[in-house]
């Protein structure tokens, strides 16, 4: 079976820094997209970050320039880094990855959710 473990999330100063990390276990042929998403409470959940295998990068408008999303290939990893963080970065965050198993079928897999709480 599929898994994705996160790690990191915490509680941070406005202005200070986490790092998230995401990595996916099972059997598995390969991950792409991946990347990350938040939820406040109540509102949706909304796009904070994917990458490509390749390198390529979406990232939401509301944090460019403060997040940066990277990612492992060989490990199956892919991070976070948040600066500058806001009170409005408080959320749940959730890794996201589309990955293929061994039997080529591709779906869409969640991890278990961090939270992130910025004091201000």
């Known amino acids: 079976q599929v898994q994705l473990v996160e790690s990191g999330g915490g509680l941070v100063q406005a202005g200070g820094s986490l790092r998230l990390s995401c990595t996916a276990s099972?059997?598995?042929?390969?991950?792409?997209?991946m990347g990350w998403y938040r939820q406040a409470p109540g509102k949706q959940r909304d796009l904070v970050a994917v990458v490509t295998t390749g390198g390529s990068t979406n990232i939401a408008d509301s944090v460019k320039g403060r997040f940066t999303i990277s990612r492992d290939n060989a490990k199956n990893t892919v991070y976070l880094q948040m600066n500058s963080l806001k009170s409005e970065d408080t959320a749940v965050y959730y890794c996201?990855?589309?990955?293929?198993?061994?039997?080529?079928?591709?779906?869409?897999?969640w991890g278990q959710g961090t939270q992130v709480t910025v004091s201000s």
């Open positions: 996201y990855a589309r990955i293929a198993t061994w039997s080529r079928r591709a779906d869409d897999f």
């Open positions: 099972g059997r598995i042929f390969s991950i792409n997209p």
